[in-house]
């Protein structure tokens, strides 16, 4: 049957089109989706970033064209610009590129959440009784409410004078007798994010994806290996990873894009730190957030992600452009 389709002639180009507007009404759904709720949402950000739009009680037309004042790419300056003060090149917005690099450092433990997953996939994919049940445990956290996940997180690492949480109190019982405050210190704080977004991720999609690659990799291959003296690491190295690259080439783009983003993290800080001690949990998302909702400082916040935007988009085309040259396919 394949080798029919391969020798079957080419479609005319009336034939194509014909085709073309046949899927068309099962694709109309869809296309106009992205169009109200994706892209035009991302061309009003865009021309919301080039005016200095606050929202403030509107009375005449005027009030409302003084609050649309439109001032190019005055956000952008101010946002992404430096000057000279005091001898030196200070930014203009020195809180977005300190919040850019809390959302990197951040970002730390995506490649730990990977290999975590796959060691994870590689535990899961046994053939053993009762397995789907373990599946299932690693697998809950991700479905769980992200408010619910971070008020228990906020108890495990809570540290008040007169009261411990139950990780700093498992380990004073290990004789750690000045355990961290893990969401009062600069120190700790981004350190403990990055264990919580760990546990809530390597058992999640990543680990999902992991393990229907693992379920399609031809059993003949281990076989052969096998009988070749190849050793678990061998088999690991040479048939498991390298059939697994298309799955990792998805997973870490999809997880540097929402590393970028951030959502969880925007919640976990709004919750649990308000974006402290002293800015060190604040991400761009949050920052977002503050411009927009609590500042009501549209225009520039509207700035702010426009950039985030750029920078996600450039990461996708930069890894799809060179990232594909990892990938081995079957």
Excluded at 81 to 95: K, P, Q, T
Excluded at 140 to 158: E, G, Q, R
Excluded at 256 to 278: D, H, N, R, Y
Aim: charged share 10%; with cysteine; hydrophobic share 50%.
């Amino acid at each position: 049957m394949t080798q029919q389709l391969a020798d079957a002639p080419p479609l005319s180009p009336r034939r194509r089109r014909a085709a073309a507007l046949q899927a068309l009404p099962f694709l109309l759904p869809n296309i106009l989706g992205f169009l109200i709720f994706t892209f035009l949402p991302v061309l009003a950000c865009f021309g919301l970033s080039l005016t200095d739009y606050r929202l403030a009680p509107i009375a005449t037309l005027h009030d409302l064209r003084e609050q649309m004042r439109f001032v190019g790419l005055g956000n952008f300056g101010q946002l992404l610009g430096f000057h000279h003060e005091g001898g030196r090149l200070v930014a203009n917005d020195a809180e977005f590129w300190r919040y850019l690099g809390n959302t990197l450092f951040l970002m730390l433990g995506i490649p730990i959440s990977i290999a975590g997953s796959l060691l994870l996939a590689l535990l899961l994919n046994q053939q053993l009784r009762g397995i789907t049940i373990f599946r299932t445990i690693y697998f809950l956290p991700t479905v769980s409410s992200a408010v619910a996940v971070c008020i228990v997180w906020k108890w495990i690492f809570h540290q008040q004078p007169n009261e411990v949480g139950l990780l700093n109190s498992l380990l004073m019982a290990l004789g750690v007798s000045n355990p961290p405050d893990w969401l009062g210190s600069m120190q700790w704080a981004k350190p403990a994010f990055i264990i919580m977004v760990l546990w809530l991720g390597i058992g999640g999609y990543n680990c999902v994806l992991y393990l229907a690659g693992l379920q399609g990799v031809p059993q003949e291959l281990y076989e052969a290996a096998a009988l070749d003296g190849a050793g678990p690491w061998a088999r690991l190295r040479h048939i498991t990873w390298p059939l697994l690259s298309p799955t990792t080439f998805f997973v870490v783009t999809m997880s540097v894009i929402a590393g970028l983003q951030g959502s969880f993290l925007f919640t976990a800080a709004f919750l649990m730190t308000g974006g402290g001690p002293a800015g060190a949990t604040t991400t761009l998302m949050l920052y977002i957030y503050n411009y927009a909702i609590a500042w009501h400082q549209l225009g520039y916040a509207a700035a702010i992600a426009a950039v985030l935007f750029c920078l996600v988009f450039s990461f996708t085309l930069i890894n799809w452009r060179y990232g594909q040259r990892l990938v081995h396919y079957q």
